[in-house]
């Protein structure tokens, strides 16, 4: 059957060269497992969990049947003022499986909307403490953290701030923790730790009573995963501590089995104050996000309330939206009933493993991993991120989807990956990153 054109004028899309997309459009048209496939039939292995996204595979009937049943029931109510009871009841499931202590949840739709809302809640903890005057945060070179104006103001990716000046946060950035030593290290580097005390030097620049929070991925993701050294995080913590700064895990991406627990924190042994979270919440299937706050934080903002009023002045038309809880109460069931995060940790040597196989190869310069997640740093191509752009596409072309960011592929697979499958996406990097000389 011949596919008609598709206009593609009109779709101004994210993140994207539009321009080359035009000219070279790489097209998914369904997806069942690890698989995508092409509007022509072709194959393409998930080699990234679509963005991070579908930890248990796509295609869940599951997921698929808990959402119908939600249209046909209450497609939607807003909540102001006003609630679906299954919002409780995935609020009280996160509750379960959330770091002891973290056990009230805010919903929003995205990661970047979870990090603003975030940026608000510290705000508002700190005005009801009576510190009004905390408003600075601190974040980290190399940090991503969604694209709403907070989020723009805390990134560490120079790409996502250059245009936007003008940002309504006041921001101090500490530096990112990789170094040429920790080449090819295969889990958490045994040095790096006393990065951490930027953050204690910033305190005694600024003045730590000034700061709100400090904003930190468990796992920096998105530029390309660098593990934080042994010991990094329990430093923040007893700095954040000792100035009464509150601690913010961004576990957008290591959140629901990515590290072998449900979240980062659990798995390196430090509990945050504040968490947000999204991407494999609802297993891709539809937007949602949480933040998930310290029984104390929510009560001290609601103790300083006295009038008849919102506690917190904030949200959004779409929070805790009955069909996303729907898909999210589906997608937590299978992760229970699957043992998803106990699979991720029980396939992540042979998947560490294969992706350190890849050493050798001529288009390779570093390694990275941990769990079911992986940074591939690719050589320098002509440019900044051209190499990148370049093996992301000739990867497609050979059957595999997989993230990149600047010259760095962030491989990813579902936590249901099989090991066969694993060995087929190895297969596909082998050859492309095994070339001497790569050309557009």
Not at 65 to 85: C, G, I, K, M
Not at 132 to 143: A, E, I, L, M, N
Not at 226 to 235: A, E, H, M, T
Request: proline share 5%; glycine share 10%.
């Amino acid at each position: 059957m011949t596919q008609m054109p598709i206009n593609m004028d009109h779709h101004w899309m994210p993140f994207t060269n539009n321009r080359l997309f035009h000219q070279e459009p790489q097209m998914f048209e369904k997806a069942k497992g690890v698989r995508y496939w092409t509007p022509e039939g072709r194959e393409v292995l998930d080699g990234s969990s679509g963005l991070f996204t579908c930890a248990a595979g796509h295609g869940r009937p599951e997921i698929a049947e808990a959402v119908y049943s939600q249209l046909q029931t209450l497609d939607y109510t807003p909540h102001f003022q006003r609630a679906s009871a299954n919002s409780f009841e995935l609020a009280e499931k996160l509750a379960g499986i959330l770091p002891e202590g973290l056990d009230r949840v805010f919903f929003a739709s995205s990661g970047s909307e979870a990090v603003d809302s975030a940026i608000k809640i510290c705000m508002a903890y700190h005005k009801a403490k009576g510190e009004p005057q905390r408003t600075k945060f601190v974040s980290r070179s190399w940090g991503y953290h969604g694209v709403n104006l907070g989020g723009t103001s805390l990134a560490g990716m120079v790409g996502n701030r250059r245009d936007f000046g003008g940002v309504t946060v006041d921001v101090v950035h500490m530096r990112h923790t990789w170094s040429e030593e920790q080449r090819y290290t295969c889990g958490q580097p045994e040095s790096g730790a006393h990065l951490a005390d930027d953050l204690e030097e910033i305190c005694k620049t600024y003045g730590g009573e000034t700061i709100a929070a400090v904003f930190v991925e468990p796992i920096a993701g998105s530029i390309g995963t660098i593990v934080p050294p042994v010991g990094y995080l329990k430093r923040l913590r007893e700095i954040a501590d000792k100035y009464g700064i509150l601690l913010v895990f961004d576990e957008v991406i290591t959140g629901f089995g990515r590290t072998g627990e449900a979240f980062a924190a659990q798995e390196f042994g430090v509990t945050p104050d504040v968490m947000t979270m999204a991407k494999a919440l609802t297993n891709g299937t539809i937007p949602m996000s949480a933040v998930a706050v310290k029984t104390e934080i929510q009560q001290a903002i609601f103790d300083s309330i006295l009038a008849d009023r919102p506690e917190l002045m904030h949200g959004y038309t779409y929070s805790a939206h009955p069909v996303a809880c729907a898909a999210a109460l589906a997608t937590l069931g299978i992760y229970e009933k699957d043992g998803l995060f106990a699979r991720g940790r029980a396939l992540s040597p042979t998947f560490l493993d294969a992706v350190f196989s890849l050493r050798n190869l001529p288009q390779v310069s570093d390694l990275r991993g941990y769990g079911m997640m992986s940074g591939i740093q690719l050589t320098p191509g002509a440019t900044p991120g051209a190499k990148g752009s370049l093996v992301q596409r000739k990867l497609f072309d050979a059957g595999l989807h997989v993230k990149a960011t600047g010259d760095a592929l962030i491989f990813a697979p579902p936590l249901v990956t099989e090991e066969g499958d694993l060995g087929a996406m190895v297969d596909i990097l082998q050859k492309v990153l095994g070339q001497v000389e790569l050309a557009a």
